[in-house]
């Protein structure tokens, strides 16, 4: 059984930054990957990082890729989402995953664990 809580969401104005926390608590090991994920009013989820938690490697969307740094620490069982520059349109609530496996992926039902998720936005 494993819970993911998220935090570090708020409202920030254009071209800001916000660091987003995922915290682990249940029975977990080391072979999973763990992802962040958004959702816009309307809009279907979307993927935005990945970072396969033992060997640390990562993927981003093409849409956050050099602003966007996912992170994890080990000790504390956290990933982080590091966001800079923002824009208007990456308002929407991010929600943090985790997949069995190690393996990383885009897709939202390949994912085997969810947050609650946090609202992050971003004012012009």
């Known amino acids: 059984q494993v819970q993911l809580v998220e935090s570090g969401g708020g409202l920030v104005q254009a071209g800001g930054s916000l660091r987003l926390s995922c915290a682990a608590s249940?029975?977990?090991?080391?072979?999973?990957?763990m992802g962040w994920f958004r959702q816009a009013p309307g809009k279907e989820r979307e993927f935005v990082a990945a970072?396969?938690?033992?060997?640390?490697?990562?993927n981003y969307a093409d849409s956050v890729k050099g602003r966007f740094t996912i992170s994890r620490d080990n000790a504390e069982n956290t990933v982080y989402l590091q966001m800079i520059s923002l824009k208007p349109e990456d308002t929407g609530v991010y929600y943090c995953a985790g997949r069995y496996g190690g393996s990383w992926s885009p897709l939202a039902y390949e994912y085997d664990y969810w947050g609650q998720g946090t609202q992050v936005t971003v004012s012009s």
């Open positions: 970072i396969r938690w033992s060997a640390g490697s990562t």
């Open positions: 249940g029975r977990t090991n080391s072979r999973y990957s």
